[in-house]
């Protein structure tokens, strides 16, 4: 059974930064797609990043794109999110996920999901 526990965040101030870790296990990733998205008191969920569990292209979206960094260390079953120039408006719980097949944006798409982790930037 996959699991994923994300950690890592926490109160900054902005301008800061931050990374966000998620421990997977459960099973061998190969084939699997990781993201990590986002949700904010009072909106929808949305992707922030996404990368093959075996490498290759990442994807990012506008409002963190040149921010934020997705990275994974396969011997560690570690997928990270490194968060530069932090901004108010990147508040919100943040959360790992997993799924088979092709790369998605779109949350929905995912079924492995971590439980999430506070990230709160001050102004």
């Known amino acids: 059974q996959v699991q994923l526990v994300e950690s890592g965040g926490g109160l900054v101030q902005a301008g800061g930064s931050l990374r966000l870790s998620c421990a997977a296990s459960g099973r061998t990733f190969s084939g699997y797609v990781m993201g990590w998205f986002r949700q904010a008191p009072g909106k929808e969920r949305e992707f922030v990043a996404v990368?093959?569990?075996?490498?290759?292209?990442?994807y990012y979206a506008d409002s963190v794109k040149g921010r934020c960094t997705i990275s994974r260390d396969n011997a560690q079953n570690m997928v990270y999110l490194q968060m530069n120039s932090l901004k108010p408006d990147d508040t919100a719980v943040y959360y790992c996920?997993?799924?088979?097949?092709?790369?998605?944006?779109?949350?929905?798409?995912?079924?492995?999901w971590g439980q999430g982790t506070q990230v709160t930037v001050s102004s």
């Open positions: 996920a997993a799924r088979y097949g092709a790369s998605s944006m779109f949350w929905r798409d995912y079924n492995h």
């Open positions: 990368m093959r569990w075996s490498g290759g292209i990442t």
